[in-house]
């Protein structure tokens, strides 16, 4: 891929940790940042937890438990089993290994560091050269409004019931006042390529843009941001993305993920699975590139990010 062009990728958690991944396996890691959604972070026994911070830090590490997407790789689960014999809270799944990075984030965070710097230590430990960059500081906290029950906080909705609820609407409790973390805009305005990775648009794109100068710099550079649909063949390859889509109005394929991103992405990447929907994308105003979007491998991740910036890097040169 063009040696020298700066990417910087919108992420949420496992769809876009294997982007990442595929994506660092072809360009020059130094060149690649991150921004990566914080609104479904939470405390937990006192403990700050990012998931989706975690969740690239480790699959861009080689730690990830591959099973799963999250966590990590040979995890014991000695701490959550005794706390669960003493009838603590164990909802919410955290391994002995996983517990060390809760701890030193909140030791840090207690000592006045910021969720940025924390996370640029933890890289450095863990040998990333890319640049992850939490999407704020400031706290964010996603909360569906689930039928029948009201506003619920995210993992309450996405680990404790599963995601399997229909949900009315969704809010993102702090974003008014949260300010995009350091470099963040900056890395948005001067890279050759952003990148919308093929994450839930509702839980994890959404807070991102919504933080204040984000969309702006998306909507001014648009044809140099390509998004790529998380939906194939009409279902998410995980998670709740594609009911979601229905239950908030949308059509539950890649022509609602266009009507989502139409005024911040000029290119919508979706899968050939799907190509009889292309017309239908160009229709909402995107340019549309049909390829294969499926990530089981880090070579087919790689050949993604490959297709999805290639046009962007090489013919967009020069373009606004
Ligand atoms: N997801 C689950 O479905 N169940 C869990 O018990 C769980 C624990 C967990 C612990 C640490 C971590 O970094 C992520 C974890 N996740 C778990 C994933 C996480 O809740 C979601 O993937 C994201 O928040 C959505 O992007």
Known sequence: MSEGRRITVLA????????????????????????????????????????????????????????????????????????????????FNLGDLDLALHLYRTQRLGEGATLTEVTSEVCEKLGIKAHLLPASNHQIRTQLKVQNQGWVDFQDYFVAQQHNVVIEDLRFEGIE??????????????????????SNPFVSVKPVL???????????????????????????????????????????????????YRDFAGTLVIDQQDSELAPRVQSEGMRVLVTDTIMDTRDRAAALAEAALGEILISGEGKQ
């Open 12 to 91: 949420g958690g496992v769809g876009a940790a294997k982007f990442l991944r595929g994506l660092l396996a072809v360009h020059p890691n130094e060149l690649v940042t991150a921004v990566i959604n914080v609104a479904d972070d939470f405390r937990l026994h006192g403990l700050a937890i990012s998931p989706d911070v975690d969740t690239v830090t480790y699959t861009l590490s080689g730690l990830v438990n591959s099973d799963t997407g999250w966590g990590r790789i040979d995890e014991s689960w000695r701490v959550r089993d005794e706390l669960e014999r003493l009838g603590g809270q164990t909802w």
């Open 177 to 198: 006042a949260a300010k995009a973390g350091p470099e963040v805009l900056s890395s948005l305005a001067n890279s050759d390529a952003i990148v919308i990775a093929p």
């Open 210 to 260: 919504e933080i204040s100068g984000v969309a702006d710099v998306l909507r001014e550079r648009r044809t140099k941001v390509v998004a790529i649909s998380p939906i194939v063949g009409g279902a998410a390859l995980k998670g709740p993305a594609s009911r979601m889509l229905e239950e908030l109005g949308f059509e539950r394929n890649s022509v609602g993920i266009a009507s989502l």
